[in-house]
């Protein structure tokens, strides 16, 4: 199994991305922006916001070295401000900040499900620039690729199967349980945010040197 796919770069690509991209706390946000649909509305929303994170993240997966590459900006300042960002978003998830946007008198002639679902709280800068470490850890093996392709997609299957059944899963968990998994999350993320600051600074020293 190991020789089709690299099996370490697959359960470290899936659950950075997971973490970051945050499937059981999408769902309070996904309920507060789809409260005025419909139950096929929202699952048609639940539809188009995963296929929008999906193509974005596959496209700087695919040609995000020569996207910086064009705009000159190196990968480790791209990981700096991600881990930034990630670290803000963490403070979110744990303080609880900003994550429960409500829906607006406008909200139906704005397709919520592109944006801010699918980009920037789906598709965000940590998970871009995850999905770009991951590409550069394949270094180009095809077992590296298939992992990476069944992470993507697997992460993806997981954001999906949260929103479509959101209410299912919000009326389980109950408000305090989608708060403690919101949280955990949080704690996780922000270890992640520190872990990916540092791995930019040291890179960007070695780039001085």
């Given at each position: 199994?190991?020789?089709?796919?690299?099996?370490?770069?697959?359960?470290?690509?899936?659950?950075?991305?997971?973490?970051?991209?945050?499937?059981?706390?999408?769902?309070?946000?996904?309920?507060?922006?789809?409260?005025?649909?419909?139950?096929?509305?929202?699952?048609?929303?639940?539809?188009?916001?995963?296929?929008?994170?999906?193509?974005?993240?596959?496209?700087?997966?695919?040609?995000?070295?020569?996207?910086?590459?064009?705009?000159?900006?190196?990968?480790?300042?791209?990981?700096?401000?991600?881990?930034?960002?990630?670290?803000?978003?963490?403070?979110?998830?744990?303080?609880?900040?900003?994550?429960?946007p409500e829906a607006s008198d406008d909200s139906?002639?704005?397709?919520?499900?592109?944006?801010?679902?699918?980009?920037?709280?789906?598709?965000?800068?940590?998970?871009?620039?995850?999905?770009?470490?991951?590409?550069?850890?394949?270094?180009?093996?095809?077992?590296?690729?298939?992992?990476?392709?069944?992470?993507?997609?697997?992460?993806?299957?997981?954001?999906?199967?949260?929103?479509?059944?959101?209410?299912?899963?919000?009326?389980?968990?109950?408000?305090?349980?989608?708060?403690?998994?919101?949280?955990?999350?949080?704690?996780?993320l922000a270890a992640i945010a520190v872990q990916?600051?540092?791995?930019?600074?040291?890179?960007?020293?070695?780039?001085?040197?």
């Amino acid at each position: 199994m190991s020789e089709f796919v690299d099996l370490t770069l697959l359960a470290t690509t899936f659950f950075t991305l997971f973490v970051i991209m945050d499937p059981v706390g999408t769902v309070p946000v996904f309920l507060a922006l789809t409260s005025r649909m419909t139950a096929a509305q929202r699952r048609k929303a639940a539809l188009q916001a995963t296929a929008v994170a999906f193509g974005v993240i596959l496209v700087f997966s695919l040609f995000g070295q020569y996207i910086l590459g064009f705009l000159q900006i190196s990968l480790p300042a791209l990981q700096l401000s991600g881990g930034l960002l990630l670290l803000l978003v963490a403070m979110e998830l744990l303080m609880g900040w900003g994550r429960q946007p409500e829906a607006s008198d406008d909200s139906a002639n704005v397709n919520v499900a592109l944006v801010p679902l699918g980009t920037p709280l789906l598709a965000g800068p940590g998970a871009i620039v995850a999905a770009m470490l991951a590409v550069q850890d394949a270094d180009g093996d095809v077992a590296g690729w298939v992992a990476i392709a069944v992470a993507l997609v697997g992460v993806h299957l997981c954001l999906w199967l949260g929103m479509r059944f959101s209410v299912v899963i919000h009326r389980v968990l109950g408000d305090g349980g989608t708060t403690l998994v919101t949280r955990l999350a949080g704690l996780l993320l922000a270890a992640i945010a520190v872990q990916l600051m540092a791995d930019a600074v040291f890179a960007l020293i070695e780039q001085e040197l």
